[in-house]
Nanobody, 126 residues
């Protein structure tokens, strides 16, 4: 059974940084696409970043391009989201997700992902 456990959230001032971690377990994730999404109060869950476990291709939402970096450590089965130059509008619950089918071009769609973590809160104060 696949389990995704996020950690690393917290409260930070605008301009600061955080690194989120997603510990994945339950199977081998080669061939998967791993994604980070976020959901702010009253808003829909939105795509943040994704990475192909094999090959390491990365994808970003326009709103975080150049500030956030997604990476993975295969030995630790962990996906990271380094978030720099944080803004108040980055405040949200951040979710890790895994897509076992990894069809081309679907990485930004919530429906493409089979498994989700419980989320970790990120709050950026102004």
């Amino acid at each position: 059974q696949v389990q995704l456990v996020e950690s690393g959230g917290g409260l930070v001032q605008a301009g600061g940084f955080l690194r989120l971690s997603c510990q994945a377990s339950g199977r081998t994730f080669s061939g998967y696409v791993m994604g980070w999404f976020r959901q702010a109060p009253g808003k829909e869950r939105e795509f943040v970043a994704a990475i192909r476990w094999s090959g390491g291709s990365t994808y970003y939402a326009d709103s975080v391009e150049g500030r956030f970096t997604i990476s993975r450590d295969s030995a630790k089965s962990t996906v990271y989201l380094q978030m720099n130059t944080l803004r108040p509008e980055d405040t949200a619950v951040y979710y890790c997700a895994a897509d076992s089918r990894s069809f081309s071009g679907t990485y930004s769609y919530t429906g493409a992902y089979d498994y989700w973590g419980q989320g970790t809160q990120v709050t950026v104060s102004s």
